[in-house]
């Protein structure tokens, strides 16, 4: 390691113009200044990589320098998600500025947290789940340093960076305090500007222990979820101090009225993001880690896990699985902490409780327009990892209704807001207006997000339709692949039957004929004409291909109507310079905004009441395409059941005629005649028994069965007791002696 040159030196302290370069790194920009150092941002010429580096600007004292030393080795030692990491000193950075190294840090390309509670959308308050977030990650980061022991001592916005890792924002705590000169004499010296985040005792230069990074904590938490901090956050901490310290133990925000009267509560303020659950929850926490009392804070050592039971309250708020439910019905959300394996139906059970809807007529649907499975468990509404209810919506629909008026009447303005709406023109002091504004942003904002979730409903509906719409063209194809199958079919069966009906015709004066088989082909004819209408299903496919062009101008009228971005106009403004000011400007935007919220949710409702309309259109037309279907499918096993008997029949007749020819031929053989009399048949239906009570067997080959068709084959004039032939359907031929009853 060498001495760094002067001028270099001069460079890293912000003395030289430009960016100064060591090798291939140059510094990009200043990222911040604490008590002892600089933190600056450099980036490898070649390979892109980034580091924060920080140096000392101060000349230190030998002890001091030793303390950096020690506590740069400490740092290299931990290894958490939430605490940002030391990085190994590039070899052209590996210098001493004000005799000791630099620290090379990860850099966090998302800026702190102050820059994120600074943006006007977070004045009342972060988001539900960037707070769980910040309360995950940074109580996380906090608990490790205490496992090591290690005390932060100087926790703030300031001090906890953001970082994207694989899409997802981690909250990492930075500068644990280690180059500060934490002397109890020369403490408050140290922290100037960074008192409001202090514990009591750090502030009266008592001596204290972990439990200063819990009041620390909470502060921060507050500050997350409210926008400004809990006690008399208008006041520097000497003149709070001595009215905040007789507070009750339970009491987490204080604040000023007009009279001078300073107020306490043991609840969190509002407006702010959160649901009521996650507030049920939180506020017992915030209690534990704001107790004034340093031994009582932080809910004190569980002798069991022998950790702060602070922790496990945490720990159990985190865990929580909520769901949350928007009632398109009201724009209401609903939020319900799930029991563990609770199911589906119990979770509707207690919607129905909660908003009138029967079970039978609800419709959950997820982002995406899936329904949930009934099957499952009610924790099938939960992602895992995705926490707060501006992350993840499962929507609530009425099945009963297909026309949604909607809510037209806007949220309701806090009593502040209502103030300056009535009156815009009149002067207040500028501290008090930059609360009301405040107040009147999240107003504004919750507009905006109201119609966001809303138009994500909507957007579920259109995706549940589709689905539908699937469903339904499945179907409709499958419907149309059958009938053109069955009138392929029918087309054949018509054209065979017409083509053997006149063949039969043609033979049957001096052949075979047979007046019952004739009737049964004509039926069959009849029969097909009758499948022929069943096959015939051009009015439903009317009907589908209508419903499917009017989804389609569903789907490009669908759009997201964006709502002129408030934001911009609501950029502060330097009003600091005057004492006293009017609400003018912001009263304009909040009228402009409500009239435009509801001309938009207006439309947004006719239009999802278009999307419910089709989708119940599409449920009353799948019964008829199943029944279309299973006639047609019927019709299809008809006509095939026709096809193979005519053709068992044709030959039955096939088999007859070469009998006969064979018999012909046999007796010519026997008894040689010019002109063999002409043959004739019968048919009789007759059992086995019939045939053994009423025929002599004359041969031993007589078939057994039960039922079958015998045909007759004998000579005009033979006498009683004549053998005649047996033709059976099976084919076998035997010569019997016919009784006179039978013949008769």
Avoid at 187 to 192: I, Q
Avoid at 313 to 323: D, Y
Wanted: glycine content about 6%.
């Amino acid at each position: 390691m060498e001495r760094l040159p002067a001028g270099a030196a001069v460079a890293l302290r912000g003395g030289c113009p430009g960016s100064p370069t060591c090798g291939p790194w140059e510094m990009r920009e200043r990222l911040g200044a604490g008590g002892f150092g600089n933190v600056s941002l450099y980036q490898h010429r070649e390979s892109g990589a980034r580091l924060a580096v920080k140096a000392c600007r101060l000349e230190l004292s030998a002890r001091h320098q030793e303390r950096w030393r020690h506590e740069l080795q400490i740092l290299r030692s931990l290894n958490h998600p939430n605490v940002v990491k030391a990085q190994d000193l590039p070899e052209d950075l590996d210098f001493l500025v004000n005799d000791v190294p630099l620290l090379a840090m990860e850099y966090c390309s998302r800026g702190d947290l102050r820059k994120l509670l600074n943006a006007p959308e977070n004045c009342c308050g972060l988001k539900e789940s960037q707070v769980l977030s910040v309360l995950s990650d940074v109580g996380s980061g906090i608990q490790y340093l205490h496992e090591n022991r290690i005390i932060h001592r100087d926790l703030k916005p300031e001090n906890i960076v953001l970082q994207d890792e694989a899409g997802k924002v981690i909250y990492k705590i930075i500068d644990l305090g280690y180059a500060k000169d934490l002397d109890q004499g020369s403490l408050c010296t140290s922290f100037v500007g960074t008192l409001q985040y202090l514990a009591p005792e750090l502030f009266e230069n008592s001596p204290y222990t972990k439990t200063v990074d819990f009041w620390s904590l909470g502060t921060v938490v507050f500050e997350c979820i409210t926008g400004f901090r809990p006690f008399l956050h208008n006041q520097q901490p000497f003149a709070w101090h001595e009215k905040i310290k007789r507070k009750d133990p339970k009491c987490i925000f204080a604040w000023e009225e007009m009279t001078g009267e300073v107020k306490f509560s043991a609840y969190l303020p509002t407006p702010n993001s959160l649901c009521s659950t996650i507030v049920e929850s939180v506020e017992p926490w915030l209690q534990m880690m704001l107790t004034w009392d340093p031994q009582q804070r932080g809910g004190g050592v569980d002798p069991n896990t022998n950790s702060y039971r602070c922790f496990q309250v945490m720990e159990q708020l985190l865990s929580l699985k909520i769901v949350h439910i928007l009632n398109m019905t009201s724009a209401k959300i609903l939020s319900y902490p799930l029991h563990p394996e609770e199911s589906l139906h119990s979770l509707q059970v207690r919607i129905e409780s909660d908003t009138g809807i029967s079970l039978g007529n609800q419709e959950l649907l997820l982002e995406m327009g899936s329904c949930l499975d009934p099957r499952k468990p009610a924790s099938q509404c939960v992602i895992d990892g995705v926490k707060g209810w501006d992350s993840y919506m499962v929507y609530l629909f009425d099945k009963s209704k297909t026309t949604y008026e909607g809510p037209f009447a806007s949220r309701t303005l806090s009593d502040s807001v209502n103030y300056i709406v009535k009156d815009s023109k009149i002067q207040l002091p500028v501290f008090q207006l930059r609360k009301i504004w405040a107040e009147a942003v999240h107003y504004v904002i919750g507009l905006k997000d109201d119609y966001s979730r809303l138009f994500q409903g909507q957007r579920a509906a259109m995706l549940s339709l589709l689905r539908y719409n699937t469903n339904l063209t499945n179907r409709k194809n499958n419907m149309i692949s059958a009938s053109q199958q069955l009138k392929a079919k029918l087309d054949f069966f018509r054209q065979s039957i017409h083509l053997d009906l006149e063949r039969y015709s043609d033979q049957m004066t001096y052949g075979i004929s047979s007046e019952k088989m004739l009737k049964a082909w004509k039926d069959m004819e009849e029969k097909a004409s009758l499948c022929e209408k069943v096959a015939d299903i051009g009015s439903l496919d009317e009907q589908i291909m209508a419903l499917h062009t009017e989804i389609v101008e569903l789907q490009r009228s669908l759009h997201v109507r964006r709502q002129n971005d408030v934001m911009e106009n609501l950029r502060r403004r330097p009003c600091d310079h005057h004492v006293y000011s009017d609400s003018t400007e912001m009263v304009r935007i909040i009228v402009q905004t409500v009239q435009s919220q509801d001309w938009v949710l207006k439309e947004l409702f006719r239009h999802l009441s278009k999307l419910l309309g089709c989708k119940q259109k599409i449920i009353d037309l799948l019964p008829s395409i199943d029944v279309a279907l299973n006639s047609i499918k019927e019709a299809d096993n008809s006509v095939m059941q026709m096809q193979g008997k005519r053709q068992r029949e044709i030959w039955h007749l096939l088999k007859i005629a070469c009998v006969r020819m064979w018999l012909s031929q046999a007796t010519l053989a026997e008894q040689p005649v010019q002109n063999p009399p002409s043959l004739r048949y019968r048919e009789a239906h007759l059992s086995s028994r019939s045939v053994h009570s009423a025929f002599r067997c004359q041969q031993s080959q007589q078939p057994s069965v039960a039922l079958t068709w015998f045909f007759l084959l004998g000579c005009p004039g033979e006498g009683n007791g004549a053998p005649v032939t047996l033709l059976a359907e099976d084919g076998w031929v035997g010569k019997v002696t016919l009784d006179a009853a039978v013949q008769s």
